[in-house]
Structure formats: C-alpha cells, structure tokens
C-alpha cells in the first residue's frame, strides 16, 4: 500500500484547509484510514480515522471542528478542518491500517496555522 497526501498550507487562525490522501496499491487490504499529527515537541497522535463501514473516531481536540470522509472507492480519505487554531500546526501524516494490522504511512504535509 502507498500513500500520497496533499493539501497542507499556511492559513490564518479560523480558517479551514482540506487535506487528501490517495492510496494505491494493495488498496483492497485497508481496513482503516484516517490522519496523525505530529507537532512540534510533542508525539504523534491520532486525528481522526475512518473504516471501510464508515464509523469515525475523533481526538477530543479537534472534534466538532475536523471531519474524515472516504470516496465511495475506498481510495482516497480526506481531512476538511475547520476553525483551524494555532494549536493545530503540524505536520499531519495519512495512515492506513489493513486486515491484518499493517501499518502504512504517507509522506507527511505541513499545516501552519497563524494567530
């Protein structure tokens, strides 16, 4: 499986951004994608992922603000954030999990949010 995301930038504090991620490859031994984020100083955590059935599961933080969503493909998920805060600076990286617990990881994308 490989993963190609894009999307990040820089945008004001309020503002919204939508990331993408394409998967190719083995794509029919996905069962989960979603986004991690990685801020400065701090660990990875997860943003938010989606299954094939579509059940969706948020961080706290960025709930009510980011929403995940997957083309009826299963090929590509996206990331449309919302009320962006400074908070959310970081590089987000896609992920996919398959059937048998692999993990795969994209390249990474810069979002930068100013106050």
């Known amino acids: 499986v490989q993963l190609q995301a894009s999307g990040g930038g820089l945008v004001q504090a309020g503002g919204s951004l939508r990331l993408s991620c394409i998967a190719s490859?083995?794509?029919?031994?996905?069962?989960?994608m979603g986004w991690y984020r990685r801020a400065p100083g701090k660990q990875r955590e997860l943003v938010a992922s989606?299954?094939?059935?579509?059940?969706?599961n948020y961080a706290d933080s960025v709930k009510g603000r980011f929403t995940v969503s997957r083309d009826n493909a299963k090929t590509t998920v996206y990331l449309q954030m919302n009320r962006l805060k400074p908070e959310d600076t970081a590089v987000y990286y896609c992920?996919?999990?398959?059937?048998?617990?692999?993990?795969?990881w994209g390249q990474g994308t810069l979002v930068t949010v100013s106050s």
């Open positions: 490859g083995s794509i029919f031994t996905i069962n989960v």
């Open positions: 992920h996919a999990r398959t059937f048998r617990l692999s993990d795969y």
């Open positions: 989606i299954t094939n059935s579509g059940s969706t």
